[in-house]
């Protein structure tokens, strides 16, 4: 089936460090799709990507779709500590029932 | 607006025995989805709903999962009977408008031991 491979799987970070992930692809995706998962709860959107080269703000994260439509990247600016969590990037299939397939995620930790 | 709810957060139960999973969407949303995250790798769609008629359930596992949703309303996801490997977090999610995204709710880790 299709895969998105996620890298890196853990990220050990000091706080007010930047963070950099991305994910890719063998098939082209039209949507890309940035989640965040904290511990004990489900995944919450971050950041949605429609458009090829598009790049995207959300006060400290930057996402990118990338131009081949095959990639994304996610940028963390400054992390704190309530950036803990797993990041999974996703995209949207392009069958009418709009289900995800999703990244392994990347798992961050923060060292105040 | 309440979130989307899933019960119970956690199960533990011995491999042949059944475990029924429920998720109430949030209120007015058609569709509704079920995704599971087996430790450690991607989380993986297994089906989707709108309102009471499944949409595409292509993503389940085999015929001891089952997924209804009398009524349009809440769903559940029933193993019978479960094995080791359906160990994980099953998620579920509601959208009005999934072009847009959708919510999820907490998951319940399922343990079969």
């Known amino acids: 089936g299709q895969q998105l491979n996620q890298s890196p799987q853990s990220m050990f970070i000091q706080e007010g460090e930047d963070v950099s992930m991305n994910c890719t692809s063998s098939?082209?995706?039209?949507?890309w799709l940035w989640y965040k998962q904290d511990p004990g709860e489900g995944p919450v959107l971050l950041i949605a990507?429609?458009?090829?080269?598009e790049l995207t703000s959300n006060g400290r994260l930057t996402a990118q779709f990338g131009i081949t439509r095959k990639d994304s990247f996610l940028n963390i600016s400054a992390s704190i500590p309530s950036d803990v969590g797993i990041y999974f990037c996703?995209?949207?299939?392009?069958?009418?029932?709009?289900?995800?397939?999703f990244g392994t995620g990347t798992r961050l930790k923060v060292l105040a | 607006e309440a979130g989307v709810t899933q019960f119970p957060s956690h199960s533990v139960i011995e491999k042949g025995q059944t475990v029924t999973l429920r998720c109430d969407p949030i209120?007015?949303?058609?569709?509704l989805y079920w995704y599971r995250r087996v430790m450690g790798k991607e989380i993986k769609f297994l089906l989707h709903?709108?309102?009471?008629?499944?949409?595409?359930e292509s993503g389940m596992p085999n015929n001891r999962f089952l997924a209804e949703r009398t009524g349009g309303t809440y769903s559940t996801l029933k193993v019978q009977p479960a094995e080791l490997e359906d160990s994980g977090v099953y998620f579920c999610?509601?959208?009005?408008?999934?072009?847009?995204?959708?919510?999820f709710g907490s998951g319940t880790r399922l343990t079969v031991v």
């Open positions: 999610a509601s959208s009005q408008d999934p072009g847009y995204g959708y919510t």
């Open positions: 098939s082209i995706f039209n949507t």
């Open positions: 990507l429609y458009k090829a080269g």
């Open positions: 996703a995209v949207r299939t392009t069958s009418g029932t709009y289900k995800y397939i």
């Open positions: 209120s007015g949303h058609d569709n």
């Open positions: 709903f709108v309102k009471e008629s499944k949409q595409d």
